[in-house]
T-cell receptor, first 114, second 113 residues
């Protein structure tokens, strides 16, 4: 079964440092997403990406965040200057269509900001 | 009002029991509805989509009531392996027309021997 792959599985970083979380979506999927889940809280939408541009972003996705599809396979989330409150699980997902159906989530990157 | 509301539980049930979870959503324009399962510190995994006509997948039955904006999940003959958090998820149309997922906080189920 096709998978969404995320690396690293766990990242520890110092406050103020930049981090890049990496994802390889399923190859024939056209829509890519980042969601995050702070420990003990619900999964929250961050951003969606289609046709090489952001299609929507949430209030959480401020100027500290950016996404990029640098080549035909990778999809990255960059946090420019991490804060303690950025500590969370970050899930990448992809889907063939933008209709909410057929999402596949990656196994997540646990980001710990110290 | 929360967009998707669930009882957080936990629901503690013995093996073989039947358990039901409920969920309400606030956006009447939501188009797609799902139950996801999440194990501790793992990614959400789709359990089943939910349709107005009701749908069943083995021991799992899901029901949607659009008029009441209410979604349910019934698990029959609970197994130890059913222990997890069950996430009620609805789609929400974004500004550009695509559908993003809105998650509830989840209902935790613990099945004991």
């Amino acid at each position: 079964e096709p998978e969404v792959t995320q690396t690293p599985s766990h990242q520890v970083t110092q406050m103020g440092q930049e981090v890049i979380l990496r994802c390889v979506p399923i190859s024939n999927h056209l829509y890519f997403y980042w969601y995050r889940q702070i420990l003990g809280q619900k999964v929250e939408f961050l951003v969606s990406f289609y046709n090489n541009e952001i299609s929507e972003k949430s209030e959480i996705f401020d100027d500290q965040f950016s996404v990029e599809r640098p080549d035909g396979s990778n999809f990255t989330l960059k946090i420019r200057s991490t804060k303690l409150e950025d500590s969370a699980m970050y899930f990448c997902a992809s889907s063939e269509n933008g209709d909410g159906i057929g999402y596949t989530f990656g196994s997540g990157t646990r980001l710990t900001v110290v | 009002r929360k967009e998707v509301e669930q009882d957080p539980g936990p629901f503690n049930v013995p093996e073989g029991a039947t358990v039901a979870f409920n969920c309400t959503y606030s956006n009447s324009a939501s188009q797609s509805f799902f139950w996801y399962r999440q194990d501790c510190r793992k990614e959400p995994k789709l359990l089943m989509s939910v349709y107005s006509s009701g749908n069943e997948d083995g021991r799992f039955t899901a029901q949607l009531n659009r008029a009441s904006q209410y979604i349910s999940l019934l698990i029959r003959d609970s197994k130890l392996s059913d222990s997890a958090t069950y996430l009620c998820v609805v789609s929400k149309r974004g500004n550009t027309g695509f559908q993003k997922l809105v998650f509830g906080t989840g209902t935790r189920l613990l099945v004991s021997p």
